[in-house]
């Protein structure tokens, strides 16, 4: 198979946290080729490059800067990112990780140069866009994937095969959490998390709404999302707390819970789970999924863990780097690596499955393949995911609305309303 140059799109937390160094580890086992990074200005971009963990795990690996890292960091470029991209041979592979608002003009800009997507979640903010955008790759026989890593959980794929298997009963009154670190009010987060644009159930709640829908194939029909504001340091205001109850097409209920405010000095390092209860005959089933103490705690010597800390819950689960045994350095390994390999796996075997075919030949058999993975429901696709896009979209609805409830309404086309 011939690797894929691989463009990221977005220099910030995600891509030092897990897209660069699982596309790094992708190139040097032969599935990922020429790497570039395309962020706004350059300064994140040589904070990757300088990165100390990342030079040691991935040792004389590098990636091109877009812009290079001669330019002033503080000077920006919106629209390098079309640069990076006609830069590319037709047919390789693209990380978008910018701030949710973007994702559509940003994977629209990427399919136009004929390049299959891995798009972080949420894939965009209506369910039109998600639409659009499956119409327009499917024509081209490309991939969009949507990188909700939480399917790759092995606890995630447990529950699902068990579910599907009818040992839980039919899920019916639930509850998920998911509260990030306080330091998160501090980051970037505070130029772009504003009421206006986001809210923590957009964020981070659709994580938990993607997994109950995998877990059990319920479509959700309804939701109420209530917000509580507050300021960021540099004070624009946005929500920094939610809480949601959604509705699901068998009347069952699950309750969210999200927000940006884990204590930085506890030991989380967020806060996480879900928990389902089920209906059977004449007895009933529970999933309870604890995904913040994964059982491993460690305390450092000195302030390294999560916001400074030294007593933390390590969760060897999500993304650590731990030795290659390939050779010098590190490797990641987890569910987050996971999802990236396997979305970009996916692109590789379009690619090597339907090399040197006549291109119409070519383009059936990629389409073809694509409506496989999408029925396969493993990866996220927006053919398989769009039920995201519809909570987020009614999510947005109800929280500007002061938690109205919101309905999602599948048929004659998908779409949602007040009620
Ligand atoms: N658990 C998860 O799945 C997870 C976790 C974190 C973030 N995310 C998603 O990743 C995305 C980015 O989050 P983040 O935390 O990395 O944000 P961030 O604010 O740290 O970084 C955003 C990056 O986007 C870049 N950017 C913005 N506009 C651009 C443009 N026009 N051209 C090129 N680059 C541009 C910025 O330069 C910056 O490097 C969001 O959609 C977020 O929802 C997902």
Redesign the pocket.
Known sequence: MKPLDTLI??????????LLPSIYHLQRTGRAGRISV????SA?LRALAESRELKEAFPGQSFDAFPALTEAPDKM?????DEALSKLAPRQAVVV????Q??YE?VMACLKHNQHVLC???LVLNYAQAAEIEAFAHARGLYVGI???KRFDRRSLVAKRQYEAGHFGAFIMGEAKLIEPYYYRH???Q??FTCDKTDPFV??GC?YVDLVYFITGLKPVGLSVSGVKGRFPNGKEGYLWANGRVRYENGALLTVTDGLGYPDDAAGSNDQGLLMYCEGKNATGMIQHNDQDRGTHYCYLDNIGCAGTKYNYVSPDFYRLVPWQGGEGAQPVGYGFDSVAGNIEAMLRIESETAGLPEKEALARRQAMIKAIDKQGILATPANSYINELVVEAARLSIVNDGAWAEIVYKPTPHVKLR
Not at 10 to 18: A, K, P, S, V, Y
């Open positions: 799109i977005g220099g910030g937390m995600i891509t030092n946290d897990l395309c962020a706004l200005n994140p470029f919106a629209n390098l990112y990780a910018v701030p949710d973007f994702h940003m972080v979640k949420p990188e909700y890593h980051s970037n987060f130029n772009w964020y981070v994580h």
